[in-house]
């Protein structure tokens, strides 16, 4: 099988190559197309976390991995533990780049089978369940439709006014955020 990721935006090209290795059966090859030593880079970081072999042949500009699926069952489904994704911000840095990285980090967790169960928002994270023209409130509410709970900081939502205005999740107080932040979780902050 040959897949065409070239041109594809972090972090298409992981997620392209881990489709299709579950398509493929044992022993067959995979050949991924790449023009991006950033996009190179994260496809061998991704196929050495499954202790699969590969070559890396450049071509120009360009790259082609090629790996074979090997004997040994890829786990792709791990057993979700108790993990919370905390945001302080509605962004991961500053300006414009930090909004996109956010929403790309978001984006991703969809596509991911080991995705925290709870996304817990506090400070100004909690307008972008409160606000449908927010970046990324697609997909924070694609997040909330897998499974995920989204818990809001009340205090932070009257602090914006925007109390009446949320359209994703519930609200929480912060004894039972701290009791989640304290508990048995593991905890991952953006």
């Known amino acids: ?73 890829l786990n792709f489904n791990e057993e979700i533990n108790n993990t919370i994704l905390f945001l302080k ?3 991961v840095g500053d300006g414009e780049l930090g909004e996109n990285l956010l929403l790309g980090f978001l984006s991703t967790l969809k596509n991911l089978e080991n995705r925290p169960n709870k996304i817990i928002c506090v400070n100004d994270s909690v307008l972008i369940n409160a606000d449908k023209t927010h970046k990324a409130h697609e997909a924070m509410l ?19 006014d925007k109390t009446k205005e949320l359209k994703i999740g519930s609200i929480g107080n912060a004894y039972a955020i701290l009791n989640e932040l304290f508990g048995k979780a593991k905890i991952i902050t953006l």
């Open 89 to 91: 911000s509605t962004k």
């Open 1 to 73: 099988m040959k897949i065409d990721c070239r041109n594809l935006d972090c972090p298409a090209p992981v997620i392209e190559t881990k489709n299709a290795l579950e398509k493929l059966e044992n022993g067959e090859k995979l050949e991924i197309l790449l023009n991006s030593h950033i996009a190179k880079n994260n496809v061998i970081k991704f196929l050495n976390s499954l202790n699969l072999t590969h070559t890396c042949e450049e071509r120009g500009e360009e790259f082609c991995i090629t790996v074979q699926k090997s004997a040994c069952e």
């Open 142 to 160: 694609e997040l909330e439709k897998l499974g995920v709970e989204i818990i809001s900081c009340g205090a932070c939502l009257e602090f914006f």
